[in-house]
């Protein structure tokens, strides 16, 4: 049974950083898309950054230069480091998996974590 366990989320002030971690057990991150979503209070959930099977990494293009992530495919760990957090970053941030890097693949069949929690104060 696949598992993700996000954390490293928290408080931070405006211009401060965070690295998020994403836990994996029960899957082959090798052979499957991963990523980070984000929702804000009032919004809908937005993707953050992906990373395909290959190796190839997609960052929000808002996010680039201030995100970036990476994966350990040794220890089954995803990492987003997070600078020069805004305001607007605020929300629960979701690691999750999926056969595929469409939307549709992880909103039909993809696998979630409970998400943790970042909160920019300015």
């Known amino acids: 049974q696949v598992h993700l366990v996000e954390s490293g989320g928290g408080s931070v002030q405006a211009g401060g950083s965070l690295r998020l971690s994403c836990a994996a057990s029960?899957?082959?991150?090798?052979?499957?898309?991963m990523a980070w979503f984000r929702q804000a209070p009032g919004k809908e959930r937005e993707g953050v950054a992906s990373?395909?099977?290959?190796?190839?990494?997609h960052i929000l293009d808002p996010l680039k230069g201030r995100f970036t992530f990476s994966k350990d495919n040794a220890g089954n760990t995803l990492y987003l480091q997070m600078n020069d957090l805004k305001p607007e970053d605020t929300g629960m941030y979701y690691c999750?998996?999926?056969?595929?890097?469409?939307?549709?693949?992880?909103?039909?069949?993809?696998?979630w974590g409970q998400g943790t929690q970042v909160t920019v104060s300015s």
């Open positions: 990373i395909a099977p290959d190796g190839q990494t």
């Open positions: 999750a998996a999926a056969i595929t890097c469409s939307l549709a693949d992880f909103q039909s069949r993809g696998y």
């Open positions: 029960g899957y082959t991150y090798s052979d499957n898309c």
